[in-house]
């Protein structure tokens, strides 16, 4: 099997594809791709020295001066926690993404990320022991 390092053309994130096969898709996006349209920036067989290229790669990004701040981490969250399906994984992620970003959430902030559905969405969290009521109204991630 030969691996490859190669740039999302949907979201832009270096990811690790199998170049043995002939579509490959992403896993943040899910954008799928012609595996022979791939343009690799690294690849070669052995999987665990590709992870540790591509960790060296993120590194660096991090220390770019452009590459600051989510401008809109809410958006960010919502997307990411429709993308994500109905999991105990997924309640977590939105229990503890409101809570840093808002430091405490309400109905209407969970309402927002899960429409028509946040009254059962926070009282799954509250009953799987992801989110307490902090004061009335108020919760937060545990
Ligand atoms: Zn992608």
Do not use: N, W
Request: glycine share 10%.
């Amino acid at each position: 099997m030969r691996f490859g390092i190669v740039r999302c053309s949907g979201c832009g994130r270096e990811r690790i594809a199998d170049l043995s096969t002939k579509r490959s898709a992403c896993p943040f996006c899910s954008r799928s791709v012609e595996t022979s349209l791939l343009s690799p920036i690294y690849s070669g067989d052995d999987q665990a020295l590709l992870r540790a290229v591509m960790a060296s790669m993120s590194g660096f990004e991090r220390e770019e001066p452009e590459r600051g701040e989510d401008p809109d981490p809410l958006s960010t969250l919502h997307y990411r926690y429709e993308k994500c399906g109905r999991s105990g994984r997924c309640l977590s992620l939105l229990a503890e993404g409101l809570t840093e970003i808002l430091g405490e959430f309400t109905l209407a902030d969970v309402e927002e990320a899960d429409p028509g559905r946040g009254k059962a969405t926070l009282e799954a969290m509250l009953r799987h022991g992801l989110a307490m009521e902090t004061s009335p109204g108020k919760y937060r991630a545990v």
